[in-house]
């Protein structure tokens, strides 16, 4: 089990490097550390917890980075700026 752990671990990192797939690494770095931490509970291995917390938040602050990087962020936020404006625009239609 913990060979394909560290397997999922490495196809994470490997997607991460590649340009068009950088996002889906890191959410698949984050999963497979999530389920390292189920290995550890399950294996009696504690300190695997804590590797697995702490590979987890770098995982995190990267998909966050690129998330901030890619513009992804600010594209979802211009959406739902447009989207609220749309539906104040049909409410003030519905009340004249």
Not at 2 to 13: A, C, H, Q
């Amino acid at each position: 089990m913990s060979w394909l752990l560290g397997g999922l671990g490495v196809v994470g990192l490997l997607l991460a490097g590649r340009t068009s797939t950088r996002g889906i690494g890191w959410v698949v770095g984050i999963g497979a550390q999530a389920l390292w931490i189920v290995y550890a509970i399950a294996s009696h291995q504690p300190g695997f917890i804590m590797s697995a917390v702490a590979f987890g938040i770098a995982y995190g602050v990267n998909l966050r980075v690129w998330l901030k990087d890619s513009g992804w962020m600010q594209r979802a936020h211009q959406a739902r700026v447009i989207k609220k404006r749309a539906e104040q625009i049909v409410e003030e239609g519905r009340h004249g």
